[in-house]
């Protein structure tokens, strides 16, 4: 039994699954292949309108067209089913560079090109490492192994979620392998129940963390997720927030992400009149103080001058942070005007 | 049930046989000690145990009735040793010769409307006719030109302040229990006769114990309203609400009726010992709206109602600081600063957001910072009025409410700034505020019987004072005396009137003034009313010089 059946049958095993039916992709690739041959995934626009023909979705096509255009992809598919583990290896590591998208993406559509094209691919002895780019090995594990027990607890999360009920009572024995195992919507399915279905700190961490591993692999509602929790930490976290929504937690905004979005934005503009209206207030108590309204003239000055340095760094910040809290410092500079103020009451 | 009502009766008689017993120690004697306890026998049998109050607070007038039975079996002797039936015929011949007897007709009408409609009109009623009848005996001259004889003063402000008393006893008996009326008029009637008969029939007695009377009021913030005192009369007050409240079978506590009057008692004789350290011309009438207040409470408790939307505790609690607020602030003569407050107070509870959002606003921040700024400025007009002492206070006005706005105005989506930057701005300006209230000039007092020993200074060397005045002011206003110079250092005025009003003027400009207020019945105004008449004259005749 090959290294590929042997792991097959401990995920059979392990996560209690029974069905290896093909995923609606592999079907398709399959069918594009024994029609038109593997010739037919190299031109572009043919590949686009078969796909489509299959009914595979847009943002999979895209994918695909993307990871068509890598190196090394014609001379995979063309092989008559005959490529090494290193040249399926050295696909996965030229995909990684050259797509952008995530380890467990290519291998799903590595997969599908595999099985649809014949690649007869093994996993006895592992490729000798010629470079620190090939030493990853592009396990295909199929998606069908675990998907029917992602869907179902999806569902389950999907319905406690509506009804309110506790996240932290859902049954997670089928997904806790899979989370091991590393695959990513089982981690953002964990970690959002860690993250909602408590209110303990180190639980909720963990959580983050499972959402942080998942959004790193490419899951784009872990990084949407992520953006959620960093919006509502507060203004201090904003910057944070409006990375994850817009970069791969755009691809899974709805219309509230689409809001906090808009609000962050505004957030900038704020923040800027929150700064120009802070310097405006410091001229203003230096006038106070060359005028010698209450305050000691050379104190309020000396004062003035520490508001001055605050509000720098007030502006120093808002270029690196816009969409941070800038709160801080028109309170500072209060702060620092009550203290001349008292010290000049004082002497 | 039953018996747990006598148990609840049975810890108000303890309560009131042990104060009785505790102050008959002092006063030993075998056969008045003998009598006081055959009487307090007597109310125990008939109060705790064919007693059938539910709520023990309703028996209150009959436990003071029952103490002044105790007191009279208690001097029994000597008492009616000095009964002189002389006197009120000597009293009668002189009401109907002066003004006094219009006092008597009006008590007795009031009398006669109590004992027809409301039982604690008789109290009012009483107090009226006892007063007529001690005035008859102790003082002439009518109301105008009234003349005290020997201790004649102490003897009527101690019957006045009595008959208040019992008035309250009845108005909260009647409250509790409407169906007591008949009790409450035979019981009314019996004081009034009881009191009547000491205070009058037996006015050698009265003028025998008045100078201690005198010497324990004068005392009476040291020793018998001493904050020691004071503060275990609340706890023990406290123990006593805690022991007659209603405990559930889940271990919670529901205050019963009496416990909240109990809790009322302790708001008022904190009230009065508040006075005592603030008192002003107007107590009295402070003092009448702090009772109104909480019998409002009380009448509410019993309706089952909450008193402008709080429950009785917590409005007791806010009765109590604001009263202590404004004691403090009318009894320094800080009276812009309690109107302010008054205000304020007004403003907030108007304003106050009902769904519990108060602090969420920004505009609760500005008003908080509004508030004092107000406040330390009608603070300065008073202790220190100066210009630039207003500017300041406008700059930290300005540039409070500029950062507030800062903070709150431009802000992205619904998320507002968070609260503790708003704390921390308003916490500068009330430190601002605080350190803005000082003074130039120092001023103490000591008061005495006939004069105030007074003390001026200045708070800075480097602010010396350029010149001080002082004047006397009484009851109604006038101005008993002309302003005079007051050196600084020590200097002992003689007390002219109720009101002495010290200015005074810094090397800076700012003018100071600070109020002191004495208590006609506890000091003896010398010379005051010949005073008035000089002063008014010394006014008409410079008006006629103009002329």
């Known amino acids: 039994m090959s290294l590929v059946d042997d792991i097959r049958n401990d995920l059979v095993e392990y996560a209690g699954l029974e069905d290896d039916s093909p995923t609606d992709l592999d079907v398709a690739m399959q069918r594009i292949v024994s029609e038109h041959g593997a010739e037919a995934m190299l031109d572009e626009d043919r590949f686009r309108v078969l796909m489509g023909e299959c009914g595979v979705s847009e943002l999979d096509i895209r994918k695909a067209l993307l990871l068509a255009k890598v190196d090394g992809f014609g001379e995979l598919v063309t092989n008559s089913g005959f490529c090494a583990q290193a040249d399926l290896d050295r696909f996965a590591s030229n995909a990684e560079l050259q797509s952008g998208l995530n380890r467990y993406e290519i291998v799903r559509f590595l997969r599908a090109f595999s099985l649809a094209a014949g690649i007869a691919y093994e996993y006895g002895e592992p490729s000798p490492p010629s470079d620190s780019l090939v030493q990853e090995r592009a396990f295909v594990v199929p998606e069908s192994l675990y998907n029917n027990e992602l869907q179902s607890f999806g569902n389950s999360l999907g319905k406690a979620v509506y009804n309110g009920s506790p996240l932290l009572e859902l049954d997670f024995k089928p997904i806790e392998p899979l989370v091991e195992m590393g695959i990513p919507l089982a981690k953002h399915y964990m970690g959002y129940c860690l993250l909602h279905g408590s209110d303990d700190a180190s639980t909720q961490n963990t959580g983050i963390t499972l959402l942080s591993e998942a959004a790193a692999a490419g899951n784009t509602q872990a990084m949407a997720e992520l953006g959620d929790y960093y919006y509502c930490l507060g203004t201090g976290s904003w910057t944070q927030a409006y990375e994850c929504y817009t970069g791969l937690g755009a691809l899974a905004l709805s219309s509230e992400r689409q809001t906090n979005i808009l609000t962050i934005l505004n957030r900038k503009s704020a923040n800027s009149k929150t700064l120009i209206l802070s310097a405006g207030m410091l001229a203003l108590m230096l006038l106070a103080a060359l005028f010698g309204f209450g305050a000691n003239i050379v104190l309020g000055i000396l004062f003035s001058l520490a508001s001055a340095a605050v509000l720098a760094l007030g502006f120093m910040h808002f270029r690196k942070s816009p969409y941070d809290d800038v709160y801080v410092f028109p309170v500072a500079i209060f702060v620092l005007w009550t203290i001349s103020m008292a010290i000049s009451s004082l002497i | ?339 302010v407050t008054c205000v304020i107070l007004l403003a907030a509870y108007v304003l106050r957001d009902k769904r519990g959002k108060y602090l969420a606003n920004a505009n609760v921040w500005v008003f908080l910072v509004v508030a004092f700024v107000v406040e330390a400025v009608a603070w300065l007009g008073v202790r220190h009025n100066l210009a630039i002492e207003y500017v300041r206070m406008a700059a930290i006005l300005v540039f409070g409410i500029a950062t507030l706005l800062i903070l709150n105005k431009h802000r992205a989506g619904d998320v507002p700034a968070p609260r503790k930057w708003d704390t921390v701005v308003c916490c500068c300006v009330a430190l601002l505020c605080v350190l803005s209230m000082h003074t130039s000039v120092n001023v103490k007092t000591t008061p005495a019987a006939d004069n105030v020993k007074t003390t001026l200074s200045a708070a800075r060397e480097s602010n010396p004072i350029t010149g001080a005045t002082y004047e006397w002011v009484n009851a109604f206003g006038e101005v008993v005396a002309p302003k005079t110079p007051l050196p600084v250092g020590e200097s002992n005025l003689p007390i002219q009137a109720d009101h002495l009003v010290v200015r005074a003027t810094d090397s800076a400009g700012a003018t100071i003034r600070y109020d002191y207020y004495y208590a006609s019945w506890m000091h003896n105004f010398a010379g005051s009313r010949q005073q008035v008449a000089d002063a008014a004259a010394a006014a008409a005749a410079s008006k006629e010089n103009k002329k």
């Open chain 2, 1 to 339: 049930m039953q018996l747990l009502n006598m148990a609840r009766r049975g810890v108000l008689f303890g309560a009131n046989a042990l104060v009785v017993l505790i102050m008959m120690l002092g006063h030993m004697e075998p056969i008045g000690a003998l009598r006081v306890c055959v009487v307090l026998a007597a109310a125990g049998f008939l109060l705790v145990y064919k007693g059938k109050a539910s709520c023990v607070m309703e028996d209150i007038a009959t436990y003071v009735c029952v103490d002044l039975v105790a007191y009279v079996a208690l001097w029994f002797d000597k008492i009616i040793a000095a009964y002189d039936a002389k006197a009120i015929g000597t009293m009668f011949e002189k009401i109907s010769t002066n003004d006094f007897g219009i006092l008597l007709m009006i008590g007795v009408g009031l009398l006669i409307a109590g004992f027809i409609w409301k039982p604690w009109l008789m109290g009012v009623g009483g107090g009226c006719v006892g007063s007529a009848l001690v005035l008859g005996t102790f003082a002439t001259g009518g109301f105008k030109h009234i003349e005290f004889a020997g201790n004649g003063k102490i003897v009527f402000t101690v019957y006045v302040f009595s008959a208040a008393f019992w008035t309250l006893c009845l108005y909260m008996s009647e409250m509790l229990q409407p169906k007591r009326k008949t009790l409450d008029k035979i019981l009314s009637l019996i004081v009034l006769a009881v009191s009547v008969f000491i205070a009058v029939g037996c006015s050698a007695y009265t003028n025998a114990i008045a100078p201690e009377i005198a010497k324990n009021m004068y005392a009476l913030p040291v020793e018998g309203f001493a904050w020691w005192r004071v503060l275990v009369c609340a706890i023990v007050l406290g123990g006593m609400a805690y022991a007659l409240s209603n405990r559930r079978s889940t271990g919670a506590i529901w205050w019963s009726t009496d416990s909240i009057v109990l809790f009322g008692c302790i708001v008022l004789v904190l009230g009065i010992r508040v006075l005592m350290d603030y008192y002003f011309i107007f107590s009295w009438a402070f003092m009448l709206a702090l009772v109104v207040a909480v019998y409002r409470c009380i009448f509410n408790e019993k309706s089952g109602k909450t008193t402008f939307g709080f429950d009785t505790l917590t409005c007791f609690a806010v009765e109590l600081v604001v009263f202590i607020v404004l004691s403090s602030m009318l009894g320094s003569g800080l009276v812009p600063s309690a109107i």
